[in-house]
C-alpha cells in the first residue's frame, strides 16, 4: 500500500449536474442587449448554466459587461462560462470557460483556472472528440449539427448521425450539441445522444420573450 496512486478522473460528476437540457449563449449582435441583460432574462426563464460569447466588442467592454451579468448570476446558482477568453474568466472568477480547437489548449486553462472550473471544448467530428475526452475538461461540445448563420466559417454540418456517433464513441462523457438547434429539431439532436443543447439564434426568435422562450425549451424537454 505504500504506492497509493490517486487518479483523478475529469469530468467530475457532480459538474455534470450543472447542465439542463438547454445551454443558452448570449448574441449581443442578434438581440441589442447586453450580456448583462440576456442572462437575466435566461434566468428568468429557467437557465442553469449560461455562456458569454463576444466576437464583436473590445475586451475591455466585453470585461465589464460580463461583470455585471456575473454580480446578477452570483445572486443565483447560476454557473456563467466565458467563451474564448481565458484571461476574462480569470478576472471575473466566473465558473469556468469554453474554448474551441484554435484556442488556449484545454490543459493550460486547467492549470490556470484550477480543479473546480468548468471546462469546455469545442469538436467537430469523432476524431476530435475522441482526442478531447482525454483532456481535463468536464463537457465537449459537438457540432454545427445543422447549418447556422450565427458563427462565421462554420465547421462542416455532422447532422443527428454525428451527434449518435460521438455519443456512441465517448461512452458516457457530457455531450453538448450546437448549431442550428431549434425548438423542432431540439429533442431529435437529445435522442441521439447530446445531455444538451446549445443555443443562439432560435432562442432569440422573440426579443421581447427570451425568458418565455427559454421556458418553453425547458418544458419540450421534459416530456421527452
Ligand atoms: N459553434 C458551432 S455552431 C455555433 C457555434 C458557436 C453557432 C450556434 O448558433 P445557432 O444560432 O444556435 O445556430
Ligand atoms: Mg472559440
Known sequence: MDNLIFIIHY????????????YPITNTKITNLSHAEQVEKMIDGGAKIIQLREKHHAPKDFYADAKKALEFARKTSVKIIINDRLDIALALKADGVHLGQDD?????????LGANAIIGFSTHNVAQALEAVKLPIDYIAIGPVFPTKTKSNPDKIVGLEGVKQVREAIGDFPLVAIGGITLENFTDVLNAGADSAAIISDLFLDIDN???????FLDTSKVI
Open 104 to 112: 488556449l489548449p484545454p490543459e493550460y486553462a486547467r492549470e490556470i
Open 210 to 216: 427570451i425568458a418565455k422562450r427559454m421556458k418553453i
Open 11 to 22: 469530468p467530475l460528476s457532480i459538474k455534470k449536474m450543472f447542465f439542463t437540457t438547454i
